[in-house]
T-cell receptor
Framework: KQEVTQIPAALSVPEGENLVLNCSFT??????LQWFRQDPGKGLTSLLL?????REQTSGRLNASLDKSSGRSTLYIAASQPGDSATYLC?????????????FGKGTKLSVKP | NAGVTQTPKFQVLKTGQSMTLQCAQD?????MYWYRQDPGMGLRLIYY???????DKGEVPNGYNVSRLNKREFSLRLESAAPSQTSVYFC??????????????FGPGTRLTVL
């Protein structure tokens, strides 16, 4: 059974710092991996989608990498801002199982201090 | 283009009451999903619909039923609500084509409390 783990569970950094969020998964037979942002009391906003054949994706100050063979992904946030404060969720889509559904980690709660 | 919409946003029920959560998407996606999010448990799949006219159970289907009314709409029904169903419910949709799975889009959620 696929398990997705995110470390750390919470992270507090000063504004301007570059930071890395980690995601690991136990079964490398995935279609893709998706990173989401969730603000308190809100829904999920998709940040980046990496297909299994890709190594990384970039959007603005965000860069996500995927190493399928080792079961790891990282989300790099450059020059962090207070507006980046949110919970970041990593999710994978498996081969087989419920068609297309995502298996989520429990998230990393990020706080960026001014 | 509203994306994925959900109604209601908030709901309080008494144990044993029934209700239906509504979800609609305007992106012409063929697959739709219902998840629940609980503290410490993350998001878990309740039911999904790979295409219009089909539905299947996910990880935690007990106590729920679903209807894929048409390509746009996918509803989740609680027949007899229990306190264990207190949660935040998210609907999502995705365009799937053969073995290609694209970005999954989520609605804003329904916050349900069962007393």
């Amino acid at each position: 059974k696929q398990e997705v783990t995110q470390i750390p569970a919470a992270l507090s950094v000063p504004e301007g710092e570059n930071l890395v969020l980690n995601c690991s998964f136990t079964d490398s037979a995935i279609y893709n991996l998706q990173w989401f942002r969730q603000d308190p009391g809100k829904g999920l906003t998709s940040l980046l989608l990496i297909q299994s054949s890709q190594r990384e994706q970039t959007s603005g100050r965000l860069n996500a990498s995927l190493d399928k063979s080792s079961g790891r992904s990282t989300l790099y946030i450059a020059a962090s801002q207070p507006g980046d404060s949110a919970t970041y969720l990593c999710a994978v889509q498996n081969y087989g199982g419920s068609q297309g559904n995502l298996i989520f980690g429990k998230g990393t709660k990020l706080s960026v201090k001014p | 283009n509203a994306g994925v919409t959900q109604t209601p946003k908030f709901q309080v029920l008494k144990t044993g009451q029934s209700m239906t959560l509504q979800c609609a998407q305007d992106m012409n996606h063929n697959s739709m999903y219902w998840y629940r999010q609980d503290p410490g448990m993350g998001l878990r799949l309740i039911y999904y619909s790979a295409s219009e006219g089909t539905t299947d159970k996910g990880e935690v289907p007990n106590g729920y039923n679903v209807s894929r009314l048409n390509k746009r709409e996918f509803s989740l029904r609680l027949e007899s609500a229990a306190p264990s169903q207190t949660s935040v419910y998210f609907c999502a949709s995705i365009e799937t084509s053969g073995r290609t799975y694209n970005e999954q889009f989520f609605g804003p959620g329904t916050r349900l409390t069962v007393l």
